[in-house]
């Protein structure tokens, strides 16, 4: 079962959507693209600050859940 899913998983993926963040490299091995225009600290700082935010939402909801 491990080694089946790890074989579709390296499998060269030579479908993937144009607008997909991924491309295939030349052993056939999914990787992301390239970016060619440089990240902001705000762009770096949303998705941290949003996953510390739902982190946060979980932590309250299980105290709420224990009282």
């Known amino acids: ?3 089946h899913a ?3 998983e390296i499998a060269p993926q030579e ?3 144009p607008n997909s963040p991924y ?3 030349p052993c056939g091995i999914r990787s992301l693209k390239m970016r060619t225009e440089a990240l902001t600290a705000d762009q770096i700082r949303h998705p941290m600050n949003h996953q510390q935010d739902e982190e946060y939402k979980r932590i309250i909801s299980s105290f709420a859940g224990n009282s």
Request: proline share 0%.
């Open 1 to 3: 079962m491990v080694e």
């Open 6 to 8: 790890l074989r579709r």
């Open 15 to 17: 479908n993937l959507a």
């Open 23 to 25: 491309e295939v490299g």
